[in-house]
């Protein structure tokens, strides 16, 4: 029996793309992908997401009988967001538990390790990180992005300041990772070029117990925006903190990690949490009439009861779902887990309807998220996992 992406589509569980899954009998080897991703540690909020999305993915797709009869089995590691244990965890997975594709690491400054020892290994890697320099295909001919890149986040974030904010004085700040470095030095340039006055930027080690200071320099400088950029929640809260202690009703526009549920549980008041506006995503938002995308309204619906998504983004839970149906179709279609035959399918991928959004690969190109797919979200209006359109989208 096979079962096609559309014929899942129709069905109770239908939002998920799913590749053409074949009942044919247990093969002998399963198809492993390896999960790198900082399960522990402070920038560990993406992860809960992710995983939620990679584990749903896969026990449907086994349930149904695997994929031609072979069932996936993920082979996790915690990174711990330490590029060095990123690095080990990619050599493990690679050389002793013989993967066939890699999801991950899932923050850029790990990835910024690790994606030269998978391509040496030519080893088919979906890359969720959004630093500009992860994605080349003469040099990583093996590796695709499945997110945004910094660019577009950063395009988005700074057409929203320039076009509905209206301001043209900026504070930029950043974590202290790898990612957070490289969003700094990228964001920092293009509000520049786009005629912006920087007048203040900081790179924040995501630890810091108080970043009052830092906040305090960019109000005296006369900022009319906080631009963020930090994947760790709890940094994110006490910029909300501080910048509410101060009474100063400055918005903040930046990082996906802004709306993340663990904010809620970590800003001292509501408010504190008012005029934030994060990167978003017009699959996982709600649009005017209040209603998502169906795929993702079904989606939401097939998975009530079984993990919650008020805690996390809905976005990085499509993430790993996606993540896992590109790897199943890849097997499905070409009938291999042979790591030529996984790259050559996703080059050849044209507007493939994922949960997060739409990818296009060719052989030339590997930076496969729609500009149009980013936009930016009410970071508090979160419901199910997923966001309001930000005041001044149509």
């Not at 493990?92 to 391509?119: C, W, Y």
Request: aromatic share 8%; charged share 20%; hydrophobic share 40%.
């Amino acid at each position: 029996m096979t079962i096609s992406r559309r014929t899942l589509l129709g069905s109770t569980t239908a939002a998920l793309a799913m590749p053409a899954i074949a009942r044919h009998g247990l093969a002998a080897e399963p198809i492993r992908i390896g999960w790198l991703a900082t399960f522990t540690g402070p920038l560990s909020a993406p992860t809960i997401g992710f995983d939620r999305g990679v584990q749903y993915a896969t026990a449907l797709i086994n349930g149904a009988g695997g994929v031609n009869g072979r069932m996936i089995e993920i082979v996790s590691r915690d990174t711990q967001g330490d590029p060095t244990k990123a690095v080990n965890a990619t050599q493990d997975v690679i050389s002793r538990q013989k993967v066939h594709a890699i999801f991950g690491p899932a923050n850029s400054g790990e990835l910024l390790a690790t994606t030269p020892i998978m391509a040496k290994a030519k080893m088919p890697s979906l890359v969720p990180g959004v630093v500009n320099s992860l994605i080349d295909p003469v040099k990583f001919p093996n590796a695709f992005r499945v997110t945004p890149s910094n660019q577009q986040w950063d395009g988005a974030v700074r057409r929203y300041c320039k076009d509905i904010l209206k301001a043209k004085k900026i504070a930029i700040t950043a974590d202290a990772t790898g990612y957070g470095t490289s969003a700094h030095d990228d964001s920092m340039a293009s509000f520049k070029a786009d005629g912006f006055d920087i007048v203040y930027d900081g790179v924040i080690d995501p630890a810091q117990p108080d970043v009052t200071p830092d906040l305090l320099r960019a109000r005296n400088a006369g900022a009319e925006v906080l631009v963020s950029w930090t994947v760790s929640s709890g940094m994110a809260a006490r910029m909300m903190n501080a910048r509410g202690a101060l009474n100063w009703d400055v918005p903040i526009a930046g990082h996906p990690a802004l709306g993340t549920g663990e904010i809620g549980k970590l800003v001292n008041k509501p408010e504190y949490w008012e005029k934030v506006y994060q990167v978003g995503y017009r699959n996982c938002s709600y649009g005017p009439d209040g209603k998502l995308p169906k795929a993702n309204a079904d989606f939401v619906a097939a998975v009530k009861g079984k993990f919650p998504l008020s805690d996390t983004s809905l976005w990085w839970v499509c993430s790993g779902v996606d993540a896992i149906n590109l790897i199943a179709e890849a097997v499905a279609k070409t009938g291999s887990s042979d790591s030529d035959k996984i790259i050559g399918h996703w080059n050849t991928l044209t507007m493939w309807p994922g949960l997060y959004g739409h990818y296009t690969f060719t052989p030339t190109q590997h930076n496969g998220f729609l500009d149009s797919d980013v936009v930016m979200s009410k970071a508090n209006s979160q419901k199910d996992g997923a966001f309001d359109l930000a005041p001044g989208y149509a």
